[in-house]
């Protein structure tokens, strides 16, 4: 069997169990293209192998995925056969991937600024509207939705009665409810008012998030909406405290840390509500959801009270 035969192979099987596997396919035909998808496995080489892990940049953690992909398929493709061999180097010879720069994480008073430019920012818009842009970024960070997530909303998702999104198709395959507060509940219903008023190609199956004409919301066009939005709110970020710069996914950041941040005023056990925390937030696991708990220095501030009550209280016993 060929490379490119045993990798579609593998791409066919990881589908067959409920896995989209698009990124990782694109790594593995890519990878196809480097080496020759006419060659036999076993023909592979390490130094292939290495030349395609180095790409053509610096060392970044996308060297480290490209080596968990071609891993997997070598492990599939050993168990059914098609090759005798992994061509991989040794993982504990791999170089030692860098850490990732923290996300941006909006203060109270920058989420203010941005939504109160939204108006400014799309006064002459073509077909993405403020009162659409506002309800999207509303739910990016009232209820903490990835930006796949609420632009695939449909009206049948949106159930403003018992104020409850039904989230399909999140990540890792999973499906969730997410209830939302009152405050966004009711700029819901008067976005869904508005809504109603333009083309709804498929009935209630059609996107909650639209443009004038009635068609799903473009990335693309979002982004750059929100890029003005960012200009006219003069949130600027030059880089040097070494976070990355403020996106759309930010919003959620922010979600999960301001949360974080009332439960320590409230004097709450954050560690026992992190679950919640991170179903709330559809993450795999925990681990997904521990990063917040350093993100910012009002984190660490509130952490560090909680510390010194507990000194103390340990103290006078």
């Known amino acids: 069997m060929t490379l490119l035969e045993a990798i ?43 030349d395609f892990l180095a790409g053509k940049g610096p060392l970044t953690r ?38 990732s720069a923290p ?9 203010q600024r941005l939504f109160g430019a939204i108006d400014i920012s799309r006064q002459r818009p073509v077909q993405l509207d403020a009162d659409t842009l506002r309800a999207l ?26 104020a409850v999104l039904t989230i399909r198709d999140g990540k ?17 219903r008067n976005h869904a008012a508005r809504r109603r008023e333009r083309p709804l190609p498929t009935g209630m199956a ?22 003005k939005v960012l200009e006219a709110a003069g949130i600027e970020h030059d880089g040097k405290d070494g976070r990355r710069s403020p996106c759309l996914h930010s919003l959620r950041h922010a979600a999960a840390v301001h949360r974080l941040e009332a439960w320590y005023r409230q004097g709450a056990d954050v560690q026992r509500r992190l679950p919640a925390l991170s179903t709330w937030l559809g993450h795999a696991n925990l681990e997904g959801t521990r990063v917040y708990l350093s993100m910012t220095p009002e984190l660490l501030h509130q ?15």
């Open 8 to 50: 579609d192979s593998y791409v066919d099987w990881r589908r067959a169990h409920g896995a989209r596997f698009i990124t990782s396919a694109q790594v593995l035909h890519r990878f196809c293209t480097h080496v020759g998808g006419g060659i036999d496995c076993d023909a592979v080489r390490e130094a292939d192998v290495l």
């Open 62 to 99: 996308s060297r480290a995925n490209r080596y968990i992909v071609l891993a997997g398929f070598w492990r599939y493709a050993i168990s059914r056969g098609h090759a005798a061999r992994s061509p991989l180097p040794a993982r504990d010879d791999e170089p030692r991937t860098p850490k």
């Open 103 to 111: 996300p941006y994480v909006f203060s109270r008073d920058e989420l």
């Open 137 to 162: 970024l509303l739910l990016l960070y009232g209820a903490g939705l990835r930006f796949g997530e609420a632009q695939r909303l449909t009206f049948d998702d949106v159930d403003l009665d018992d």
């Open 172 to 188: 890792f395959f999973k499906n969730r409810l997410v209830p939302v507060g009152s405050q966004l509940a009711e700029a819901l």
């Open 206 to 227: 059609s996107t909650f998030l639209a443009n004038r004409d009635g068609t799903p919301l473009a990335a693309s066009t979002v982004w750059k909406a929100f890029a």
């Open 303 to 317: 952490a560090s009270i909680r510390f010194e009550r507990y000194v103390e209280r340990d103290d006078h016993e």
